[in-house]
């Protein structure tokens, strides 16, 4: 029988189902990080259990941090006490923790690929929605709340009941100028933020074949974005050499013997999905978001929906998000000024993000209007940055390089974006208040976001690059 | 909803707005506690408070309008989207709410709130509407929850209290039969899998045997 590639890797992890009821599914690897895990070992303690397999566990601080001066004692002390329980926990149950100061220190979801923890056909979790983006290298991998986070830690498992399943094919060659996460702006401006509720999705396609595995993770990681629990690639040769020499990845003959099962992990011919949806890459021109989900995004050479062309049961939503944008129905999104640029996050900070912004702003500065913040998603991306000479680019340019963190995506940390203040980011939410209280965010591609530090507004990328 | 739920009745508060997203439910910066308990205080956070500023309640926003008030959260489609963070089932919870009625669910959020003994009732767009109406035209209208039926009703304002009354409208809705027997009986997910600890250790020899 032909199977999905989300089959063949499910059915290999349920352990049983429930009689009409969820699956017991086996997890292979657990991240954890300060905000959503506390409650989770005081849950165990309670219980007065351990952790069932903390080998198969590994920790970080992201969420909670500063993104400078890091080597200094955490200054908000509830920020400080949580990442002290991080490390009191991950201590007393014996977890690998990556904390603060350390080399492997990052965004959980770029240092779980980067350190080839991350690999194809596993079941991977973590108390955080992003956690969709390690399904790049074709595993199972989804975000979960803290009693899940608790289950897993108590027994290695999970409940769950079996999602539908979506394909998002893409065909064809992208447009110059035209990044990864414009193909998913652009999926979930079409099918909007609840359209992959209930469902896990597999992209594939040409376009999504000639990605970089750093370019299919930005892709991945907003799965959850319209909704979708995980979004997933089928591994190739782009994803075995990525992994290759990877720190955790297998080596010597165990690789081999990986290799010869992860061949194994693609969508069956025949395989029968759900729903599938054929997008053309020609498409696709680069993307900004103008409202308040992600799923309200345009063309930047495009204009915000007139309310004539609002769905009417949509049209009080509509019209307060743009309220809180400051925005008008109709208007051009070509054009609108933007105060800060931050660059980083889970969606785009890894390595490739940061060499793609240099690559555009070198020989140039930043528009004096403008404050833009560029943050490394892990202290190897930040340590490959100077070695490649990158730090000094943005140096140049006026931008600060700051240190790794989850920084100005969410409003949690000290890197907060001013109420009233425009910022275009390529991060995954323009949820109100997302990045700051009152703070208002354009969602786009990190070239997008470069054209709009060096000239304070949101422009065409494709005007600048093909002269 | 403590443990042991079968039946609700009670007035409503309604949130007539889609895609409330956990963000609005409880902001991140209010994320930062090590426990469980006290989020309710910083529900809608930044639509209940002007500046961020307990003092300046926003008059316009329901939670601060006296003339609603009630155990069930009434909200239109996509309530919950974004982050997994079950602060915000927690937060809601603390509030007072045992019951949330929407006509579409976020997934995490679903699976975060059944995990709290907070249920997420989902019905059609036709009835949330009627609901909302019902609801605009008098702030008393209430609603019967019946977990052990599935049965969702609405109820004439004078219906809410005693209990009993005719229906206004019903509609039945959908849950997982085991987390059913769950939220009825007060069973978790973790005394679940903690029972079947030898096959899961059974698995893990297999599979490190392929």
Not at chain 1, 268 to 287: G, H, L, R, T, Y
Request: glycine fraction near 8%; aromatic fraction near 8%.
């Amino acid at each position: 029988m032909s199977r999905t590639l989300f089959d063949k890797i499910w059915n290999k992890h349920v352990i049983k189902q429930i009689d009409g009821g969820p699956f017991v599914l086996y997890i292979d690897k657990h991240f954890i990080h300060e905000v959503t895990s506390p409650q989770a070992f005081t849950g165990l303690n309670k219980r007065g259990i351990k952790v069932f397999r903390p080998k198969q566990v590994v920790a970080t601080a992201d969420h909670n941090v500063p993104t400078i001066n890091q080597h200094l004692p955490i200054k908000e002390e509830l920020s400080r006490l949580q990442v002290e329980a991080l490390k009191k926990n991950c201590a007393e149950q014996g977890i690998e923790l990556y904390g603060l100061g350390h080399p492997f220190q990052g965004i959980v979801h770029v240092i779980g690929p980067e350190l080839g923890i991350t690999q194809p056909g596993l079941t991977i979790v973590c108390g955080d929605s992003h956690t969709s983006t390690h399904g790049a290298f074709g595993s199972i991998a989804f975000g979960i709340g803290t009693s899940e986070v608790e289950m897993v830690l108590a027994t290695q498992c999970l409940l769950q009941s079996k999602p539908k399943q979506m394909r998002i094919n893409i065909e064809g060659e992208l447009n110059k100028g035209v990044l990864s996460k414009d193909i998913i702006l652009y999926i979930i401006s079409k099918i909007s933020a609840s359209g992959a509720t209930g469902y896990f999705v597999e992209y594939a396609g040409s376009a999504i074949r000639s990605l970089s595995m750093e370019a299919r993770m930005t892709i991945c990681n907003m799965s959850i974005e319209m909704g979708a629990r995980g979004g997933m690639i089928a591994p190739d040769e782009t994803t075995f050499n990525y992994l290759k020499g990877r720190k955790f990845a297998p080596q010597g003959e165990a690789s081999e013997k990986a290799l010869a099962g992860w061949r194994q992990l693609y969508s069956d011919k025949d395989a029968v999905f759900d729903k599938e949806i054929n997008i053309n890459a020609a498409d696709i021109e680069p993307m900004i978001t103008y409202g308040t989900n992600p799923g309200m995004g345009v063309s930047v050479n495009g204009h915000i929906p007139s309310l004539n062309e609002v769905n009417e049961k949509e049209k009080n939503s509509f019209e307060k998000s743009l309220k809180y944008m400051g925005l008008q129905p109709g208007a051009n999104m070509k054009g609108k000024k933007v105060d800060f640029v931050f660059i980083g996050s889970c969606t785009n900070s890894r390595i490739e993000d940061l060499r793609q912004v240099a690559g555009f702003v070198k020989g140039k500065k930043k528009s004096a209007a403008v404050e833009v913040w560029v943050v490394p998603g892990s202290k190897q991306v930040e340590k490959q940055a100077i070695e490649e000479g990158i730090n000094k680019i943005f140096e140049e340019a006026g931008f600060q390089l700051r240190q790794p963190g989850c920084s100005a995506c969410l409003g949690m940390n000290e890197d907060k974006i001013p109420a009233g203040k425009y910022c275009i980011s390529t991060s995954n939410r323009n949820f109100e208040g997302r990045q700051g209280p009152n703070a208002r965010t354009f969602l786009a591609s990190p070239l997008t976001a470069a054209l709009a530090a060096i000239t304070g507004e949101v422009g065409d990328v494709r005007d600048f690059i093909n002269n | 909803m403590s443990k042991g739920f079968s039946q609700i009745k009670s007035t409503v508060v309604p949130l007539n707005r889609e895609n409330v997203d956990t963000d609005q439910i409880i902001p991140a910066r209010f994320l930062k506690a090590t426990s469980r308990d006290g989020f309710g205080k910083n529900l809608f956070r930044d639509w209940r408070y002007e500046n961020d500023d307990e003092g300046q309640p926003k008059k316009d926003f329901v939670l601060n309008d006296p003339t609603y008030s009630g155990k069930i959260l009434v909200a239109a489609k996509n309530f919950g989207c974004g982050s997994s963070r079950e602060h915000a089932a927690w937060a809601i919870k603390d509030a007072g709410f045992d019951v949330v009625v929407s006509s579409f669910f976020a997934d995490i959020f679903k699976n975060n709130s059944l995990n709290n003994f907070l249920l997420p009732v989902t019905i059609s767009e036709d009835f949330l509407k009627k609901i909302f109406e019902a609801v605009e035209k008098n702030p008393k209208t209430g609603l019967e929850v019946n977990l052990e039926k599935q049965t969702l009703k609405l109820l004439e304002s004078s219906q809410v209290s005693p209990l009993g009354g005719d229906l206004e409208g019903a509609e039945s809705f959908e849950i997982n039969p085991y987390k059913k027997t769950c939220l009825l009986n007060g069973y978790d997910d973790i005394d679940y899998l903690l029972s079947i600890k030898e096959d899961i250790e059974k698995f893990e020899t297999l599979k490190s045997e392929i």
